[in-house]
């Protein structure tokens, strides 16, 4: 298994990035809040995931370790594939989806696309007990090219950004402009209302 790899980013797409590691480009399937704190030309660790299929190698990247582990355990859940995983780390945050199948929140996790309420009736059921911990796991020490993670608005705006057509960096760039109008850390972002000042701010190139 590929548990993490470092390396400079030479390039990033609408759904994975580039790192080269040794003079090989290896290509990373990575959620917009994580693309969007990736820079061409600078040095990046990312916690991955190596999913193998019949006809396919897929390598995944994480921002630290507990997320990719919560990745993998999402996958044991029927119904559960790679993407869908991927698609609610891009959605909620690993605390807020631990908490989610912990309290029976199927209201919440239908809020990922992908899954409907019978598919978030079986998570539940299969991962509750599963779950561990509900506070905050620790991140990756901060260090030269690690990547951190972020508030849940700016992964939610990213997201909905990239969907749109930008890049990662184009992301970043209109998260970053509209950061002095969230909220305190702790009060209930409006992230429609962030996505529209940030759309209003910046434009793709």
């Known amino acids: 298994m590929i548990a993490s790899v470092r390396g400079k980013v030479t390039a990033v797409a609408r759904d994975a990035a580039v790192i080269e590691v040794g003079g090989v480009g290896l290509t990373v399937q990575c959620a917009p809040a994580t693309l969007a704190r990736l820079r061409v030309g600078e040095g990046a660790?990312?916690?991955?995931?190596l999913v193998v299929r019949e006809d396919s190698l897929t390598l995944f990247g994480?921002?630290?370790?507990?997320?990719?582990?919560?990745?993998?355990?999402?996958?044991?859940?029927?119904g559960v594939g790679p993407r869908v995983a991927q698609a609610m780390l891009a959605t909620l945050s690993p605390a807020t989806i631990r908490q989610a199948i912990a309290t029976h929140d199927i209201a919440l996790l239908v809020r990922v696309p992908?899954?409907?309420?019978k598919g978030a009736e079986r998570i539940v059921l299969e991962l509750k007990d599963k779950v561990g911990d509900l506070g905050d796991r620790a991140a990756v020490a901060a260090e030269p090219g690690t990547v951190a993670p972020v508030a849940p608005w700016r992964d939610?705006?990213?997201?909905?950004?990239v969907g749109l057509g930008w890049s990662g960096k184009e992301a970043a760039d209109a998260v970053a402009a509209v950061d002095a109008e969230a909220p305190a850390e702790g009060a209930q972002p409006d992230v429609p209302a962030l996505l529209r000042a940030a759309l209003r701010r910046s434009s793709p190139r």
Not at 45 to 49: E, I, Q
Not at 62 to 78: G, H, K, N, V
Not at 114 to 117: A, D, E, F, Y
Not at 156 to 161: E, F, K, P, T
């Open 114 to 117: 992908g899954i409907g309420k």
């Open 156 to 161: 939610q705006v990213g997201q909905a950004l």
């Open 62 to 78: 994480f921002s630290d370790d507990d997320e990719r582990s919560l990745f993998e355990l999402l996958q044991t859940a029927s």
């Open 45 to 49: 660790r990312l916690a991955t995931s």
